[in-house]
């Protein structure tokens, strides 16, 4: 993976383990640098790499 390399926002989900729509999200709200090409945006990889996403909700619980 090349740091320069551009990614569709289907990619970054997928990479990211998330939904497009929170890509996009992300996108919106500044957390995440994307360039609009078109009607789509495209991020670099070394943006993605670089995103740290929490866990939100409840924690699991442990089994005893």
Do not use: F, W
Not at 35 to 56: C, E, Q
């Amino acid at each position: 993976m090349k740091e320069d390399e551009l990614l569709p926002t289907a990619e970054v989900a997928t990479r990211l383990g998330v939904s497009r729509q929170r890509v996009l999200e992300l996108i919106t709200e500044g957390r995440l640098p994307a360039i609009k090409v078109g009607r789509a945006y495209v991020v670099r990889s070394a943006d993605v790499a670089s995103l740290k996403l929490h866990n939100v909700g409840r924690p699991r619980r442990i089994k005893r």
